[in-house]
Each structure stands twice: as C-alpha cells, then as structure tokens.
C-alpha cells in the first residue's frame, strides 16, 4: 500500500520542481529573488500581466504536479485506500491546517469554497422569524445569498451597513459595525477582507464586542488567509469560510470552514449522510458529503506547504509591498480615485481604484490587447500576489495613462 505520503509530497525530484531560490537571495536581492520564484514554480508565462488573484489565484508548479501525481496514483489503484474524500475524516491533513491557521483540528473542515461554507453558516444557525442579521452594504453574493433564502423561507430579516469608501481607520469600521448591534441582532456576519474593495476590517474587536452582547459573529474569509497574516482561533469569531484557492496556492474548489468549539454541536448540517449527527467527530461532519475529488485535498496540503516553505511572513511582506507601491501609483494620478484606505492597515494586498467617470471601452480592450488581467468595472480592484512582477503594475498604468490620461507633473 503506497498510502497517501508518496503523492502528496511537494518534493522536487518527484514532482520535477526546481527548489525554491536560496533564502540569501531574498535579503541580497528581492526582485530577483521573486521573479525566479514567479518563472521557476509557476506556469505563468513571461507576457501574462496578472492583476486579478482576487477572483481565483494561480497554482504553482508543486500543487499542479501533487493533483497529477494522486490521480495518477489513483487510476492506478496502488493504494489500498479510496482515492476520494467526502466519508473521510482526513485527520492528518486537517490537523496540518488547523496548525496553520491557528485553531484546533476539530474545529476544522475542508469544503469546497467560501461560498460552501458560507451557505452552510448560513443555513446552519437556529434562527426564528424576526431575528436579525446585520451585514456591511459590500458583502459578495455569496455572503448575502445564504441568510437571503433564511430571510424568505424563515421570516428572520436582514439589515446593512453602510461602508464609508475610503474607509479613514479600523477604529472607524469597528465603531460603525458594533454600533449597529440592535435589540434584534442575533448574528453580526461580514467579511474579513472586503471583496470589492479589498479593506481589512478589525474583526477582533468586532467579533469580541458582538460576543459581549450576545450576538454570533460569522466572518467571510474567502480572502483572509494566505493575503495577511492569520490565526482564527485570534480571530475571536465563532464561524468562518475561507477559500484557500485565492492566495494560499490551492487549486480551485479548495474550501475551508471554521466551527468555534463550543458552537461544533450547535450548527446543523446541510449536506448530509450517515455520520451528520456524530457531534463527538467535532468539525469533520461537515465533511461527510460523499464522494469528492481528495486529488483537491492533496494539492491545497501543497500549496499550504509551498507557502510554508516561502514564509508565510515573506510572502506578506511581498504582497503588501506590491500593494504599497500599487496604491501610491494610482494616488499619485489625478484622474484616479482610490476607495481603498491610505490607512495601511486598510489593506492587505488588494487595491481598489475608481476613473471618475471617465469612458473605460478603451481601457478594456486594450488591456486584453497587451495582456493585462484585471478584474472591475468603474471599481477596479487590483491583486498584487508573489508572482506579480513590478512591471505587471507599469504595464497597467502605463495603460491607464495611454488610455485615460497622464500622471501629476
Ligand atoms: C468575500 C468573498 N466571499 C466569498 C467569495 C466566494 O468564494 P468562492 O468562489 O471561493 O466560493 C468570494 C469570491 O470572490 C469573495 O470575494
């Protein structure tokens, strides 16, 4: 029995990925550093101007090659174990990325995507008709859709706030969400890292002051963890979805769900077999949903160990330098807005920018012209990740400055 060790392994000579760069290169020479990482572990080709990991990030050579080597492994039937997930508890794997991600292993489980998680926080809290959700007026489809059927089907209502674009501080966000509390509020849900514009909200002293008040926080993850640093039982909330397949280098239909251990009896589950009531299996009843592709499973533990072996704290520092250099490029055009905070503790590595109006057809089709994927309308939101090179953020303004208009003199 080849167990489950051979193909989850992110190890160069069987996946034939070259070793990362020598950690010194990182101190002598960053950008090197970082372009031999974006040329040497992903696909990406040279011409391709990535702006947009927001929406689906990118798979690195490591995590393709480990889904490839497992499904292999499994047509192969050199396992005496199902090449599947769906029955399985998957305890090592879970006890690796509760480790990661600061919870216990039983407070973990793996799902598809946010929105998998999302719809099963959703559906899964006792709530009566006339209780309260309060939500921010920017949450993603996603978010809202599930306490939208609870609202139609059950009668409970939904209220939201209004997010100042910019926002001018955390202290601002925390002040404007916990004063929304109501007599009726029975769950506070808002994400973590807003979608559209790519604000970092202080969930802590959210979280802590709904919990002081009796009200259930439930935060939306799906960009939270890999873009900034992370540890969800920090978080102080008691639910939470994450979507690995954004910035922790999963590969698409990698999701995570967080149950706060003293809430793992309370939420029902939606998809169900044998094993749903098993309170005593902690999380991992949310994960008996029948058969599912475990190749998934393998390639999010690769990507968490390829972003364990950059550096977690690397990364970030990357990602949100790239974003200090990508906000300071837009403010300094005139003819650009910029919703995202100067605050930096506003944002993580997502930049969101506004054309005041001005005509953008141009703009979008000669970004598909040169390469350039973005990801917005009026309201652009801009990815910077590790592969994302400076002049993928030159590429795009020197298109905006072609199309729209010049820089400040
Ligand atoms: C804030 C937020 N929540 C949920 C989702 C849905 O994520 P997924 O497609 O991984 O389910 C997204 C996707 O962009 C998102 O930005």
Redesign the pocket.
């Known amino acids: 029995m080849f167990g489950l060790a051979a193909p989850m392994s992110t190890n160069a000579a069987e996946t034939g990925v070259k070793p990362l760069p020598d950690p010194s290169l990182l101190a002598a020479d960053p950008e090197k550093y970082w372009l031999r990482v974006r040329e040497e572990q992903f696909f990406l080709p040279g011409w391709r101007n990535f702006l947009n990991n927001?929406?689906l990030g990118v798979a690195p050579r490591p995590v393709v090659g480990a889904v490839e080597d497992f499904l292999e492994h499994g047509a192969a039937l050199l396992s005496d174990e199902y090449p599947r997930w769906g029955y399985e508890t998957l305890d090592e794997e879970r006890a690796e990325m509760a480790a990661f991600l600061g919870c216990k292993k039983d407070e973990l489980a793996f799902t598809h995507?946010?929105?998998?998680s999302?719809s099963t926080i959703a559906a899964g809290i006792d709530l009566k008709p006339g209780d309260e959700v309060v939500m921010t007026d920017l949450e993603?489809p996603?978010?809202k859709a599930g306490w939208a059927v609870r609202a139609a089907r059950h009668g409970i209502s939904v209220r939201e706030v209004k997010i100042p674009l910019p926002p001018k501080s955390p202290e601002q966000l925390a002040d404007i969400m916990i004063s929304a509390i109501g007599p009726k509020t029975r769950v506070l849900f808002f994400?973590g890292?807003?979608?559209p514009i790519g604000i970092v909200m202080p969930v802590r002293q959210i979280c802590d002051a709904a919990r002081a008040k009796g009200v259930i926080s439930a935060v939306?993850g799906?960009?939270m963890n890999g873009q900034i640093p992370l540890k969800l039982s920090e978080l102080g909330c008691d639910y939470y979805a994450g979507?690995p397949?954004?910035w922790m280098f999963a590969p698409a239909g990698s999701?995570i769900l967080y149950i706060r251990e003293e809430n793992l009896g309370k939420l029902w589950p939606s998809i169900v077999t044998g094993g749903w009531d098993d309170k005593a299996s902690g999380a991992s009843r949310f994960m008996k949903i029948g058969t599912n592709n475990r190749a998934v499973v393998v390639g999010m533990m690769a990507g968490l160990r390829f972003l364990k072996a950059l550096g977690p704290e690397n990364v970030y520092a990357r990602i949100h330098d790239l974003a200090r250099r990508n906000y300071k490029m837009a403010a300094s055009r005139p003819h650009l807005e910029l919703f995202s905070g100067a605050d930096e503790r506003l944002y993580g590595s997502l930049v969101t920018i506004g054309f005041r109006g001005a005509k953008l057809e141009d703009l979008w089709r000669k970004a598909r012209e040169r390469k350039i994927w973005v990801y917005g309308s009026e309201r652009l939101r801009l990815s910077t990740h590790i592969h994302t090179r400076p002049q993928d953020l030159e590429a795009f303004y020197s298109l905006v400055d072609d199309v729209i208009g010049g820089k400040k003199a």
């Open positions: 927001g929406s995507c946010a929105t998998d999302l993603h996603s978010g994400s890292i807003i979608s939306d799906a960009h979507s397949h954004k999701g």
